[in-house]
């Protein structure tokens, strides 16, 4: 027998337009976690669909070994019953069944016909519990956060039978403390001789958790080394990413914040379902003209609540308090009157609330800003090609082309749609949730150069990010959330990952 659960031969595979995977040879090695790094659109994604039989044979050119016999997989289900589990960097599950449902999903079994529901409702218990998930199974998997949907994912890979687990990238709708409770779990893996290929771009985490790395670039294989034996760093990760070195992934500012331009007095918000919850409680903060606010906190902390009930009362049974823009007191009903006010909303979800993944990208970019692209209320094809190209290139929208429908294109390119939509809005005020989720670390760069110029031009911005350096690298002053409320605010030159944490969880 050989040393390798999966042996990849001269693999190469064409869209439309795109050779997104170009004459791939991999090994991963029985019992590692083997990580796979490269830029949005790199194909990463992609090589794990041929993998898992996402791309039934035919599809694709070469070889695929897995526990050394060629696979033919029709569908995915092919692989699942030989062990090999992938989740998808856009989560898969049914958002109305309860947990405990999705988990056992396609694999109930039935006796004379009848699924013994209790049976089921205990067993993901245990899965739950692995993956660190305390709500009860029966929950709604539509009430949970990206984030908690991830480890239901996680627990319903585990309750089948699992020899090769496939992750794209598993922590990034996670913070910190999340993050390394689910390296910990992925550790486990290992420990029960599961073999692990995560995709990732938190390089900190692959070289922590990682026996291999394996860098692709246009859909080429640029390298594998050992982690460990080759003394492997998070710069020659980049290196080979991007072809060439990366410094300043936090450029530097001219402006200084000055005079405020929003403020909110005591702000309250009630959960959609249960109305006595409070997710957001009698929060208060004020926002500079030409600052960048972090919002920062762990999961469930409610700072996706309090900036979409912010942005006329998106999210909320009701919400209330006062918000101030440019000292005028304003009641904002609608996400379309807080557009009219200044604001712009970058969702954190991008599938459920930022894109349409059947329309192409220009449509999707143009949508929120009609106006811009109309004469006399109709609509200039030309003008809407104009700004989509001017996106694609300053955030380097990796596609063949901008009549491309946004569910072709990599997560991380599908982000910069998202991205590129709100800027081309040109809000006097942005909040932005998770901004950078799924971006490559020079696309990111790009991100962080376009935020630091609409400060520069006297905009302000409102971030909600997980990646504490992002939020460290980029804020004048960081407010802490937990349990609704706001734990206490630091300054630039104050803050720390540690003080970060250590206000959350003491206050
Ligand atoms: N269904 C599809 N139709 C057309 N092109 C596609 C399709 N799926 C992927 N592509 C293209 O193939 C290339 C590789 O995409 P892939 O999703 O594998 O990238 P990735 O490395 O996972 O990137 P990311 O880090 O952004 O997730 C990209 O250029 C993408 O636009
Ligand atoms: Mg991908």
Redesign the pocket.
């Known amino acids: 027998m050989s040393n390798y659960i999966l042996e990849i031969e001269n693999l190469t595979k064409d ?4 050779r ?1 995977l170009d004459d791939i040879s991999l090994k991963i090695e029985k019992g590692e976690i083997h990580s796979l790094c ?10 794990m ?1 041929v993998i898992s039989g996402v791309y039934p044979k035919g599809d694709y050119q070469g070889k695929v070994f897995y526990k050394g016999k060629e696979t033919n997989y029709h569908s995915v289900k092919d692989s699942e019953k030989e062990g090999l589990a992938i989740i998808h ?1 856009e989560l898969a599950l049914s958002p109305y069944l309860s947990i405990y449902e999705n988990i056992f999903l396609g694999h109930m079994k039935t006796r004379f016909g009848i699924i013994n529901w209790n049976y089921y409702i205990m067993e993901s218990k245990k899965y739950l519990k692995q993956v660190g998930l305390h709500e009860p199974p029966e929950t709604m998997v539509s009430k949970l956060g990206v984030g908690k949907q991830q480890l239901v994912e996680i627990a319903r890979a585990l309750s089948k039978k699992v020899d090769l687990l496939i992750l ?2 598993p922590t990034s709708s996670l913070n910190d403390d999340e993050s390394e409770k689910l390296l910990n779990l992925i550790l486990e893996f290992k420990q029960q001789g599961i073999t692990c290929v995560m ?1 990732s ?1 938190k390089l900190n985490e692959v070289l922590k958790v990682a026996d291999t790395v394996t860098v ?1 670039r246009d ?1 080429r294989s640029i390298g594998s080394y050992k982690v460990k034996e080759e003394n492997l760093t998070e710069a020659k990760i980049i290196r080979d990413m991007v072809g060439r070195d990366l410094t300043h992934r936090f450029p530097e500012r001219k402006s200084k914040p000055a005079d405020t331009i929003m403020e909110v007095r005591n702000w309250s918000v009630y959960h959609p379902e249960y109305h006595a919850i409070k997710v957001v409680d009698n929060v208060s903060f004020v926002l500079k003209k030409g600052e960048i606010l972090a919002f920062c906190g762990p999961m469930g902390a409610g700072r996706t609540e309090l900036m979409m009930s912010l942005f006329g009362r998106s999210y909320g049974y009701r919400s209330e308090g006062e918000l101030y823009i440019k000292g005028k007191r304003v009641e904002l009903t609608s996400s379309k009157a807080a557009m009219k006010a200044g604001l712009g909303y970058i969702s954190e979800d991008r599938k459920g609330l930022g894109l349409i993944l059947i329309q192409d990208i220009k449509t999707n970019i143009s949508n929120s800003n009609l106006e811009q692209v109309s004469n006399f209320g109709i609509i200039n094809t030309r003008k809407e090609i104009m700004l989509a190209e001017k996106y694609r290139k300053e955030l380097n929208i ?2 063949p082309s901008i009549n ?1 429908q946004a ?9 910069k749609v998202v991205v590129s939509r709100t800027l081309a809005v040109n809000p006097e005020i942005f909040m932005v949730d998770e901004p950078t989720r ?3 670390v020079g696309a990111k760069t790009e991100v962080y150069n376009i935020l630091n110029d609409l400060v520069d031009a006297g905009k302000s911005v409102i971030m909600v990010s997980s990646e504490l350096p992002e939020a460290l690298g980029m804020a004048d002053r960081i407010y802490v959330m937990n349990e609704g409320k706001i734990k206490g605010v630091l300054t630039h030159d104050e803050a720390s990952q540690e003080k970060i944490m250590h206000m959350a969880l003491v206050g």
């Open positions: 869209f439309p337009g795109v997104a490269g830029e949005n659109g790199a194909g990463k994604s992609t090589l669909s960097q794209d990238e995709i771009h692709l859909g990796r596609t491309q569910r072709n294109l990599s997560g991380g390119n599908q982000q799924g971006i490559d």
